[in-house]
């Protein structure tokens, strides 16, 4: 695809807790490091010292029942029930804990070397969320500098096009930003824009690679029910080659931050 093309940023989203349903923001701030507030904090099983992760859905799929949001630099958790908790309550430990069944801790750090359960998604799917399957334990924001707790890079972009074809909402997939195209763009074409940039107002973003698609997509999200097509229509029509895994289900793609900056709702993008 080529430059020309009308692009528009059409929304943006913000997870302060990772794991945890996020926000609608109309603007964010992004650096090296990604966008502001964003994934800063998680949880840390204290039994095994692992970030807590819905990718493994046997054990963290309850994560999105809850929500997290950020207001003059201070996180506040909505748990289940609706009540709203900050981040920074001293009982916050216990009573995640509590609800969680599994004891945990809420870090603002991401420790060296942490690390996750990713369950092999197609099995998942197979077998169920409850199944014992084949699980890779991963180091988590390889390519991102700083503390956060991103799965790889710093940003993820998603397009409208990708969406429709799937027929899924944005929010299953977590993206930063949904990015509107015309109707006639096909989707999966961000498979195409690897080695490439993205120009948003001032910032400039590098395209890494298409991003590999967990369970998560297909969870329960908060009132939003199961949706075993965000992952199935993937692993039928768009495997890419990932080196180490194969040809893995994708969706969107993650962006290394080249120009830091802010990024608005209804910004036009360039691809170059």
């Not at 990772?18 to 926000?23: N, R, Y």
């Not at 707790?149 to 899924?168: C, K, N, Q, S, Y």
């Not at 909402?169 to 930003?177: D, V």
């Not at 097509?229 to 969706?251: D, F, K, Q």
């Amino acid at each position: 695809m080529t430059g020309s093309v009308q692009m528009r940023v059409e929304s943006l989203y913000r997870y302060p807790v990772k794991s945890m349903l996020g926000e609608v923001v109309t603007s964010m701030v992004v650096d090296q490091g990604g966008a502001d507030g964003d994934r800063r904090l998680a949880l840390v099983d204290a039994v095994t010292g692992r970030v807590a992760s819905a990718k493994q859905p046997r054990l963290w799929r309850e994560l999105l029942q809850f929500s997290a949001t950020r207001d003059n630099g201070r996180v506040h958790i909505r748990i289940p029930d609706g009540t709203r908790v900050a981040a920074d309550d001293p009982d916050i430990d216990q009573l995640l804990s509590k609800l969680l069944e599994r004891p945990v801790h809420l870090v603002r750090k991401r420790p060296q070397g942490a690390t996750l359960e990713r369950p092999d998604p197609e099995q998942v799917l197979e077998q169920g969320m409850d199944a014992e399957v084949d699980t890779r334990i991963v180091e988590i924001a390889a390519a991102t500098p700083g503390d956060s707790f991103t799965d790889l890079a710093p940003l993820h972009a998603i397009t409208t096009a990708t969406l429709e074809r799937v027929g899924t909402e944005a929010l299953r997939y977590r993206p930063n930003l949904v990015i509107s195209v015309p109707s006639d763009y096909p989707p999966y074409a961000e498979n195409t824009w690897v080695g490439r940039e993205l120009s948003v107002a001032e910032t400039r973003l590098s395209v890494l690679k298409p991003t590999s698609r967990c369970a998560v997509p297909t969870l329960e999200h908060g009132t939003l029910p199961r949706a075993l097509h965000a992952l199935r229509t993937l692993v039928a029509e768009n495997r890419v080659e990932s080196a180490g895994s194969g040809s893995v289900p994708c969706a969107g793609v993650y962006l290394a931050v080249v120009t830091g900056g802010t990024i608005r709702t209804g910004d036009s993008v360039a691809l170059s």
